[in-house]
């Protein structure tokens, strides 16, 4: 069982992103306050649980969670700040419209831009230590999974229901084929099978 928090003194917000390493699409970013008190046995880093089980958490966290709020930065921004930046950028709109101010940030990761002057800690592979930083995982692979399958169906092409934006095989040929659309970030090199990013 995840730990449900890293202090006791402020109400705790865990945040994550999903998409950061996609060719097309926003980033989306979650945040999600869980009372000191919640507990699940099943609540885990979205990326090693079934899309079944994301969606069946996705209610329970809805459901049980003090607030929560996802936001996302578009593909536009994330050309003109680099995929780094954008991310911070979600996730501070994430917080933005949380019902419940946090008093502490736990954000996935090694790196976060600091939020209102509210305290932060970084936890390295935090979804898989943290309740309230799983939770923010798994909504924000979830809606960005839904935004996704939603342009997919306007753009067939480019396997987006399967690849949901990331840079398979299939999907850089399209690109190579077909071109870009307006929802993919045009600083990324499209042809490199390892994407390399610029994160700095």
């Known amino acids: 069982m995840l730990l449900s928090t ?3 003194q402020y109400l705790e917000a865990g ?11 926003p980033v989306f970013a979650a945040a999600v306050i869980f009372s000191p008190s919640f507990k699940h046995d099943i609540l885990n880093d979205s990326k090693i649980l ?9 209610k329970i966290i809805e459901q049980e969670a003090l607030a929560f709020a996802v936001a996302s930065a578009s593909p536009e921004e994330i050309d003109q700040i680099n995929i780094l930046n954008a991310s911070y950028l979600a996730m501070h709109r994430a917080l933005d419209t949380l019902k419940v101010q946090a008093e502490y940030i736990l954000v996935d990761g090694n790196r976060f831009k600091t939020y209102k002057n509210i305290p932060h800690q970084c936890i390295i592979k ?3 230590k943290y309740l309230s930083i799983a939770a923010a995982s798994i909504l924000a692979k ?3 999974d839904d935004y996704m399958d939603a342009l997919a169906n306007a753009h067939p092409e480019y396997d987006w229901l399967r690849n949901k934006g ?3 095989k299939k999907h850089r040929d399209a690109v190579l084929k077909h071109g870009l659309t307006p929802y993919h970030r045009k600083t990324f090199r499209i042809t490199d099978p390892q994407l390399k990013l610029e994160l700095s």
Do not use: N
């Open 142 to 144: 979830t809606y960005r």
């Open 6 to 8: 890293f202090q006791e």
């Open 166 to 168: 990331y840079p398979t």
């Open 50 to 58: 079934s899309a079944v089980q994301r969606y069946t958490l996705r």
């Open 126 to 128: 935090g979804d898989g």
């Open 15 to 25: 945040c994550d992103e999903a998409g950061r390493g996609c060719l097309a699409g």
